[in-house]
Nanobody, 125 residues
């Protein structure tokens, strides 16, 4: 099974920006859609954004649209999540995930086959 690795998390002040990156150690990106999720302590994992296998279509949760942007270099190279206007409520562990892209837009964690270990994002003054 392919593994994903996230990077780019850290401590940022309110209103600041971060760019997260996701790379694979196998072939998880080939023919796969990529998504970002996050999970805060005591809360369920929530969907943030998705990009299709070719990078031609994107989908966002309503509460992040306009602040977060998902992108990928190509079908087999790194994927990114650019975040602007971060606030304390954005504090969470951020995860990258991948699944075979058959045309459907999945927003639930159970539908994704490959996952990274997560990267911590903390927004505080």
């Amino acid at each position: 099974q392919a593994q994903l690795v996230e990077s780019g998390g850290g401590l940022v002040q309110p209103g600041g920006s971060l760019r997260l990156a996701c790379v694979d150690s196998g072939r998880a990106f080939s023919n796969n859609a990529i998504a970002w999720f996050r999970q805060a302590p005591g809360k369920e994992r929530e969907f943030l954004a998705r990009i299709d296998r070719n990078g031609g279509a994107t989908n966002y949760a309503r509460f992040v649209k306009g602040r977060f942007t998902i992108s990928r270099d190509n079908t087999e190279n790194p994927a990114y999540l650019q975040m602007h206007g971060l606030e304390p409520e954005d504090t969470a562990i951020y995860y990258c995930a991948a699944t075979l892209d058959l045309g459907a837009v999945f927003t639930t964690p159970a539908r994704y086959k490959y996952w990274g270990q997560g990267t911590q994002v903390t927004v505080s003054s």
